[in-house]
């Protein structure tokens, strides 16, 4: 059986979006089937690769509102997804710490990286390849960008959730 990962966006984050992950693995056990892990407290699912990706993210969002009252996109990445995802990425000298993959819940809008490139920073670089949209941030990390979640999902049209590339290649060993 193939593993796959189920990435939840912005929960436990600053406050607010708390999902236990010790809890949300006890919920997500019964639904998902096999065995179900968790990968840091930042909303990566580790599971058997489901017969139908769709609709056990839609699933997993269903439990997560009602288990925790929170709202959020799930996207799903098997295994080979995540190994070709980081071999593909475009900016080789990036810190890993500073480079992200943003994994899309589908195809990003035409016109896209357009008006993402207008708001990027000094040192700040995109790439859009195949449903990732790989950040460089640069030196001044997350902190100093003016790419928020709302500039995200204005320009992009889809629902996105990020991960660097140190966390990416994590969750490709795990699943593999």
């Keep these: 059986m193939t593993r796959s990962v189920l990435l ?6 600053g406050g ?3 999902v236990p ?6 919920v997500l056990a ?3 089937g096999g065995e179900v892990s968790t990968y840091i407290a930042s909303g990566n699912v580790i599971c058997d690769t ?4 769709v609709a056990a993210c839609a699933r997993t969002r269903a439990i997560i509102a009602e288990e925790f009252d929170v ?14 995802a980081t071999a593909r ?3 080789a000298d990036a810190s890993e710490k500073m480079l992200h993959a943003m994994f899309l819940d589908g195809d ?3 016109g896209a990286l357009d008006a993402l490139t207008d708001r990027l920073m000094p040192g700040e670089r995109i790439a859009l390849v195949g449903r990732e949209l790989w950040i460089d941030y640069g030196e001044s990390g997350v902190q100093g960008t003016r790419l928020t979640k709302a500039v995200f999902d204005r320009a992009l049209g889809v629902a996105g959730t990020a991960r660097n590339l140190r966390t990416v290649r994590t969750l490709a060993e795990l699943t593999g």
């Excluded at 489901?50 to 990706?53: F, I, K, L, S």
């Excluded at 959020?72 to 070709?84: G, K, M, Q």
């Design 21 to 26: 992950m010790a809890r949300l693995r006890e």
């Design 71 to 84: 709202d959020t996109p799930v996207i799903h990445r098997s295994h080979d997804e995540l190994v070709a």
């Design 50 to 53: 489901p017969a139908d990706p």
């Design 108 to 110: 990003a809008w035409d």
């Design 89 to 91: 990425h475009p900016f």
């Design 8 to 13: 939840l966006r912005a929960v436990n984050v």
């Design 30 to 32: 019964p639904e998902l």
């Design 16 to 18: 607010r979006a708390k």
